[in-house]
């Protein structure tokens, strides 16, 4: 019987757990994640006001709860947890599923002012991540800059656009509801390098940001103008072309004055953030132009925006496990066909799925086909792996390494807790624990 442990419990991780019960009707997989909370980026990356997309989570939690599945949370893999040849010496194999876990910088001067700081960074705050320490995103600012294009963009972007009758129906933490209902925050500027046409926001997400209340969405017409492709939108791939079609409508739009105003930009490339008494104050921009061959080019014309709140949105990036090779170019673990290479030769026993294999691309559903080609490729190694005896009480084996595993039944615990939390609220459904105090109070009193 194939005893493999799997390494994150965000989409990647539980499809790679659905696919190996699905494929070998004997394996025993368990699920390891350093939170105490399964789902990953599905419960702490997801929107709080993309209640669809976060329903998700009831499939992904049908395979946490299958037979030959168990969910162990709040054990820590790397530093201060299991390293790479312990997890070897208990399980025949390891899936290591931990996606993108840092962001990208812009590398321009004044990046580290107070008041700027990564889309990751306010996305965990207003999505309750335990590790957030990030606070006062939007105290004082009147005006933010969003540096990006892509859907993470366009969520920050919608989240400091809401209003609090929208967010108090969500999951969303209650400090980060108050501070967001008593935000200032009145003009923000989303804003790329290059033209419409190469924006990587989906048409969903975009048109979103016109339905919002109490807020209006303005293009500028003479950057639409200096895209090539939104003179002629025609030869474009559909889903372009939705989205230039999307700005094309709100760029024809005369002002309405509406007390929130979203400003689309592009075609310009931030230079640095300029300060104002120690605190951000605004980006400065360089106008940019089309190169003629996907690229842009700097013109020398610069713009100031006016900004209290800067939050870069330009992509994730994968971080080495100890342990295991790593890409440091492009923040991946060397495999082929998710087989981990060590010294260029694969390493029968050691997986990757997700991110960490791929990079950061494609939505939730692209980790399906990812997961069953890594599974296919581990199936296969089946006679070539170096099997173990199986500890007859892993429970008690982690418990003697300092590490307390947090069973299916605490994650049950943190589910009422947050749903009893909500009632006390007078939210009308569940509000999310802010912190690992409050979580793994929650899972202790599941033992009571």
Not at 7 to 32: F, K, N, R
Not at 84 to 111: K, M, N, Q, W
Not at 345 to 360: C, F, H, L, N, S
Request: overall charge negative.
């Amino acid at each position: 019987m194939l005893r493999v442990a799997v390494v994150g419990s965000g989409p990647s991780g539980v499809y790679t757990a659905q696919s190996l019960v699905q494929q070998d009707p004997e394996v025993l997989v368990d699920v390891l994640d350093r939170l105490p909370c399964p789902y990953g980026l599905v419960r702490y990356g997801v929107a709080p006001d993309h209640e669809k997309i976060k329903s998700l989570q009831s499939s992904l939690r049908s395979v946490l709860e299958h037979e030959r599945v168990r969910f162990l949370g709040g054990v820590p893999v790397g530093p201060g947890g299991l390293s790479a040849a312990r997890l070897r010496e208990l399980y025949d194999a390891v899936v290591y599923c931990v996606g993108a876990a840092t962001d990208r910088h812009l590398g321009i001067p004044g990046e580290e002012l107070p008041g700027s700081w990564s889309a990751t960074e306010f996305v965990a705050w207003y999505s309750a991540h335990p590790d957030s320490t990030g606070d006062g995103f939007v105290l004082g600012a009147r005006s933010a800059v969003v540096i990006g294009v892509g859907n993470v963009a366009v969520d920050v972007t919608r989240m400091l656009a809401r209003g609090p009758a929208e967010l108090s129906r969500t999951d969303m933490p209650q400090a980060a509801l108050t501070a967001l209902a008593a935000s200032g925050v009145a003009d923000i500027h989303m804003v790329g390098r290059r033209g419409p046409s190469q924006a990587r926001f989906t048409t969903k997400e975009l048109r979103e940001l016109g339905g919002l209340p109490e807020t209006e969405v303005t293009v500028d017409p003479a950057e639409l103008a200096l895209d090539p492709d939104c003179l002629d939108p025609s030869a474009l791939p559909p889903a372009r072309r939705r989205n230039v079609e999307a700005l094309s409508h709100w760029a024809a739009l005369p002002p309405q004055g509406a007390p929130r105003c979203i400003h689309l930009r592009f075609f310009l490339r931030p230079v640095e953030l300029l300060t104002v008494a120690g605190h951000v104050g605004a980006v400065r921009f360089e106008r940019t132009a089309p190169d003629g061959r996907g690229g842009v080019l700097g013109t020398g014309q610069f713009e100031d925006i006016e900004a209290q709140l800067v939050l870069r949105s330009v992509g994730y990036r994968g971080v080495p496990l100890d342990g295991l090779p790593f890409d440091a170019e492009h923040g991946t673990v060397p495999h082929r066909a998710g087989r981990v290479v060590r010294g260029g030769r694969t390493v029968p026993g050691e997986y990757v799925a997700g991110w960490i294999k791929r990079g950061p691309t494609g939505v939730i559903g692209t980790n399906r086909p990812d997961a069953k080609e890594t599974v296919t490729s581990l199936l296969e190694d089946a006679s070539l792996l170096v099997r173990h005896e199986p500890p007859e009480d892993l429970l008690a084996v982690l418990r003697a390494e300092g590490i307390e595993p947090v069973e299916w039944a605490g994650w049950e615990a943190i589910e009422r807790a947050e749903a009893e939390l909500g009632a006390s609220l007078g939210r009308g459904g569940v509000v999310k624990l802010p912190d690992w105090e409050a979580l793994l109070a929650a899972v202790r009193g599941s033992h009571t």
